[in-house]
């Protein structure tokens, strides 16, 4: 197996589990993750938010921890990386009003590239217009978006995955054993007990 590049799309509250599970998940099997943020650098920091599932209509929203960024956005070149991953949380419903944000996610899309997006993140994929004629799976909330954007939405339970060639979905953090390892098939990724 070679190492891949992958670039993770964070703003502040995006979801804590979903940012760090897959950053260090990852990182564990010997790829290379960057993760940025608009307008911060290598060494800046975002803050991150647990949402729970505690039997409310919707989830719980709790501080999480400070995620201290390892690349500069500023630098993105999609060229250099081989996949991208977009946690949810609060910050894909305005990281997608980011020009670059949403023209980062096109080249993905455009160069085939595999594409994990957990929970919210389909808000931006929605926005980006890389959805048409896909199915795609997110937090429930989410599933008008993804059919506005001409998907089929996916319902699957909340500790499963949906692969549509490179494009690798799941409602939420508690999917992360089955969305991750759709995502490391996308890429290729054999892991040998």
């Given at each position: 197996m070679s190492a891949k590049k992958i670039l993770i799309l964070a703003g502040d509250y995006v979801e804590d589990y979903e940012l760090m599970v897959p950053f260090q998940a990852l990182q564990m099997v010997g790829h290379q993750v960057d993760v940025v943020c608009p307008d911060k650098a290598a060494g800046d920091q975002v803050?991150?938010?647990i949402h729970d599932f505690e039997g409310d209509q919707t989830y719980s929203e709790k501080p999480g921890h400070r995620f201290t960024l390892n690349a500069t956005f500023s630098e993105v070149d999609v060229g250099r990386y081989d996949a991208l991953l977009i946690p949810g949380g609060r910050s894909p419903e305005y990281l997608r009003l980011n020009p670059r944000v949403i023209e980062i996610v096109q080249q993905f899309a455009a160069a085939d590239k595999p594409i994990a997006s957990v929970c919210h993140g389909a808000q931006l994929l929605a926005?980006?217009?890389?959805?048409?004629?896909k199915t795609c799976s997110a937090y429930p909330a989410c599933a008008p978006e993804v059919k506005l954007a001409g998907a089929k939405y996916a319902e699957i339970d909340i500790g499963a995955a949906h692969r549509d060639g490179n494009l690798v979905t799941s409602p939420a953090w508690p999917a992360h054993p089955a969305w991750l390892a759709l995502f490391l098939q996308a890429l290729g990724t054999r892991i040998e007990l």
């Open positions: 803050r991150t938010a926005a980006a217009g890389v959805l048409e004629g």
